[in-house]
């Protein structure tokens, strides 16, 4: 029997109703309230998105061919150590060029033994190694692994990003992969000054190496930032972009570094400290104790920063970066060098800034339409129904705060896509209570008593209500799996609508109308 609801069903549905109302409560208190009445309570009120709060919204896409380079520079590295292990095969020349790596040893002798050694590398799925028609190595990427890379990319891009936010100190981040190649990151209640600077901290890549410095070299011989001999010619803004030729293996990486933290240097100018691990230390004791006299670059994306003289060794694993930093460069610096580098630049796809304002009557539009919604429904469902419209009216009420409820205890985020479900599952609630009420009408001219009709209407409509919400759940779940953003969001808050709708327009309300039917014994049904 439909309309017979045992005594633990009872239960369940009342404690299910109690759950979705407190869950809801923290929504109707302010802050003051929550805090005096609620604090046990862990549930927050809905956060509210950008397109309601106001905001920030950036997109941020990897470039693809800076990532290939990097990831070059970082290979032919590998390589230089592969070639100089024993026995050497000493090499003349060695150089990222465009898509591959180029390497040219000293004896043509020595090619198959070299090609033979590099292969141990990596497999034959990352990496084709041949030798050319002039002779030379040429070392590439398969698109296979390249497609990898920028997979492995994007994640790390994305830890990178969060823990730059995090560092920043701003409210309610959000950080979150978009599609396969972006980093979308949104931040309540940013004006359009605080993301210009938030985007130069997280655009910049934050690659920070220290190479020796070729005073050797001839400048007229290099082109800025082509690679050549192994050695590249980089601008030193700390001598007003005057060139010079650093060595491509570096000395120490961003990699190496423990901390970093803004100071003050001997002349009281701002600077950044650091601390380097380890094996990081080793590897620049050793270096600087090798090279007493000598100049060695450090280089932040392609720029020198400084490029002092080593006077003695620096074994200690700790020092300063120099530079003509303001206060505030020096701060994002140490916020980049602490969060680690990106494994290539980050572009702005897309920026948006949302005004409070604007939100703020975004916020009035959605609770009206809601409010005005609710309405005209409960007077078209009461007008029609009569008194099992009422039972539908109430249904509804319930069927938004369990919503709401629902949404709150998953701590999901309301947009203006979001208000649209509500609404939208708010109709749908309605339409399977017209279905059943139908049926109530067309089982009740048949000649049947109160009970047996809506015993029928509710039995013969119930196949149509569960394939309805079986199309919509599956319309919601791919949504949720396939889209973005305000899609995902009108999805989510779809799915959940669902349920509630189930859960309220069906079995709440058959719940109140079979307390009805045994308490008052009607004679005829009001429809």
Do not use: C
């Given at each position: ?11 369940l ?21 929550r ?46 150590d ?10 003349r ?86 599609g ?8 309540p ?44 010619a ?130 009035r ?31 509804l ?42 049926r ?5 001219k ?25 199309t ?56």
């Open positions: 029997m439909l309309l017979r609801f045992e005594a633990w069903k009872v239960t549905l009342l404690v299910t109703l109690i759950a979705g109302i407190l869950l809801a409560v923290p929504n109707v208190l302010t802050e003051q309230q805090k005096d009445y609620i604090g046990w309570w862990p549930t927050q009120p809905l956060k509210l998105g950008l397109d309601l709060k106001g905001g920030a919204s950036i997109s941020l896409e990897i470039d693809p061919v800076e990532l290939r380079a990097n990831e070059l520079r970082n290979v032919n590295r590998q390589v230089g592969k070639l100089r292990e024993t026995p050497l095969i000493p090499v020349e060695r150089n990222p060029e465009a898509e591959a790596i180029i390497v040219r040893v000293a004896d043509p002798a020595n090619t198959q033994r070299a090609i033979d050694r590099l292969k141990t590398l990596g497999g034959a799925d990352q990496y084709t190694i041949a030798r050319r028609a002039d002779g030379a190595i040429e070392i590439k990427f398969t698109e296979k692994h390249f497609k990898q890379l920028q997979v492995n990319a994007i994640n790390g891009s994305r830890d990178a990003v969060q823990r730059r936010i995090d560092k920043v100190g701003l409210t309610e981040p959000n950080v979150t992969k978009q396969e190649t972006r980093v979308l990151v949104e931040v209640g940013l004006d359009a000054k605080g993301v210009t600077s938030l985007v130069d901290t997280l655009t910049t890549t934050g690659v920070l190496t220290f190479n020796m410095v070729d005073e050797k070299a001839n400048i007229a011989d290099y082109q800025v930032g082509v690679p050549r001999n192994n050695r590249v980089l601008p030193d803004d700390s001598e007003a972009g005057k060139l010079q030729v650093v060595l491509l293996d570096a000395i120490i990486t961003g990699s190496d570094l423990s901390k970093a933290l803004p100071a003050f240097d001997q002349n009281g100018g701002n600077s950044i400290s650091f601390t380097l691990h380890g094996p990081g230390a080793q590897k620049f004791g050793k270096a600087s104790s090798a090279n007493i006299g000598r100049r060695f670059a450090i280089v932040l994306d392609d720029h020198i920063i400084s490029a002092p003289v080593i006077q003695s060794a620096i074994t200690g694993g700790s020092g300063q970066i120099t530079g003509n930093f303001t206060q505030q460069e020096a701060n994002n610096l140490a916020i980049v060098l602490n969060s680690g580098q990106l494994p290539a630049k980050l572009q702005v796809v897309e920026r948006r800034v949302v005004d409070a304002s604007l939100g703020a009557d975004s916020i539009a959605g609770v009206t339409s809601s409010i005005v919604g609710v309405v005209l429904v409960a007077i078209f469902m009461i007008a029609v129904y009569g008194l099992l419209g009422v039972f539908a009216v109430a249904a009420l319930l069927n938004m705060v369990m919503m709401i409820g629902v949404l709150s205890g998953f701590g999901a985020t309301l947009t203006l896509p979001g208000i649209a479900g509500i609404l939208l599952t708010m109709g749908m609630a309605v339409d399977y209570n017209v279905l059943i009420f139908e109530i009408r067309e089982e009740k048949a000649g049947r008593s109160p009970m047996t009709s809506v015993e029928a209407g509710y039995e013969h409509a119930m196949a149509t209500i569960i394939d309805a919400n079986v919509h759940l599956v319309a919601a779940g791919v949504m949720i799996g396939l889209g973005e953003g305000p899609i995902r969001g009108f999805a989510i808050t779809l799915g959940i609508g669902v349920l509630t709708s189930i859960f309220t327009a069906v079995i709440v309300a058959r719940w109140m109308m079979s307390i009805w039917l045994k308490t008052a014994r009607p004679k005829w049904i009001p429809i």
